[in-house]
């Protein structure tokens, strides 16, 4: 099925426009049960069976494969064979029976705004490196953008006069604002710092390594790392958690979720909303802890 997938995957770049990490996703996945079938001497699909999948799904998870990676390779599968489908490569699709593993829903970690000060103050140099890595976790923060978004960015989709920034993820857009803190950042990497990390002129990408090149995820995630560790941060944090604390403060401090959805670029307010739920036990916490008759 090799082919049926190569296929599925320029679908999904050239028809459907998924993001590069949605589609990563999916190819990932799908190799593995491809991989599995052809063990099984499985190679056509209009072969396959609902106990093939079913048997696939049985050796995740006796693989010890988390329920939430279980459930996103059901998904994967089901879009798979949905888009066969639908396309006459196969007559019917034996995914539709397949059913996702219930997925306990944990709250995000997320950093106190003392935290978060003690993070974002750590890049306090005036040395290229330091003034740029100020500004990249100056404006995670403040936009709670992707990281993937924020390595992806341009100079033109930063608007320092007015203070947003244009996202793109696939081929949608948004306008996320900034404010001052991130403002300046921004203004001193830009101004002073970036015209000497990049080694061609023509280089549109804003943050770049100190080879000039842009800067990777991984590059990246171990800056968060070694940051946060330096600020003493016992938690176990990610680039993500910024993102998470970014609107959890906003919804604490009375955002509105369909607003903070927007800024988050998430499709669906049902995703938004763990962080209304996040405001509440916070509010439940504060009540039982002070209140005289709680």
């Known amino acids: 099925m090799e082919k049926e997938l190569r296929e599925f995957i320029a679908y999904l770049q050239d028809v459907k426009k998924t993001s590069e990490n949605t589609t990563m996703s999916y190819k990932r996945d799908l190799t593995k049960l491809v991989s599995y079938l052809n063990k099984q001497e499985v190679t056509d699909a209009e072969k396959v069976t609902m106990t093939?999948?079913?048997?696939?799904?049985l050796f995740l998870e006796k693989?010890?494969?988390?329920?939430?990676?279980?459930?996103?390779?059901?998904?994967?599968?089901?879009?798979?064979?949905?888009?066969?489908?639908?396309?006459?490569?196969?007559a019917t699709d034996v995914s539709e029976a397949l059913?996702?593993?219930?997925?306990e829903k944990k709250m995000p970690e997320?950093?106190?705004?003392?935290?978060?000060?003690?993070?974002l103050d750590q890049p306090s140099g005036s040395d290229l490196k330091s003034v740029r890595d100020k500004a990249m976790l100056e404006l995670l923060y403040a936009t709670g953008i992707r990281v993937s978004e924020l390595i992806g960015l341009n100079v033109n989709d930063v608007n320092l006069q007015v203070g947003y920034i244009i996202c793109r993820d696939g081929h949608k857009e948004r306008i996320v604002p900034f404010g001052a803190p991130a403002k300046r950042a921004?203004?001193?990497?830009?101004?002073?710092?970036?015209?000497?990390?990049i080694r061609d002129e023509e280089n549109?990408?804003?943050?770049?390594?100190?080879?000039?090149?842009?800067?990777?995820?991984?590059?990246?995630?171990?800056?968060?790392?070694?940051?946060?560790?330096?600020?003493?941060?016992?938690?176990?944090?990610t680039p993500h958690t910024l993102r998470h604390s970014f609107a959890a403060h906003l919804v604490e401090n009375g955002a509105d979720l369909r607003s903070v959805q927007e800024?988050?670029?998430?499709?669906?307010?049902?995703?938004?909303?763990?962080?209304?739920?996040?405001?509440q036990n916070r509010i439940r916490e504060v009540y039982a802890k002070n209140f005289p008759r709680g």
């Open 186 to 197: 921004l203004t001193e990497y830009m101004k002073n710092a970036r015209k000497l990390m």
């Open 263 to 279: 800024m988050l670029g998430h499709s669906d307010i049902s995703t938004t909303q763990i962080y209304a739920n996040m405001s």
């Open 99 to 103: 059913k996702a593993p219930k997925i």
């Open 110 to 119: 997320i950093l106190t705004t003392e935290e978060v000060n003690r993070l």
């Open 63 to 90: 693989s010890n494969f988390a329920a939430a990676t279980v459930s996103r390779n059901i998904a994967s599968i089901k879009a798979f064979f949905h888009y066969m489908t639908r396309e006459g490569i196969i």
């Open 52 to 57: 093939h999948l079913q048997s696939y799904i």
């Open 204 to 237: 549109e990408v804003l943050f770049t390594n100190c080879s000039g090149q842009s800067m990777s995820r991984q590059g990246f995630w171990k800056l968060v790392k070694y940051y946060s560790k330096k600020a003493g941060i016992t938690a176990d944090i």
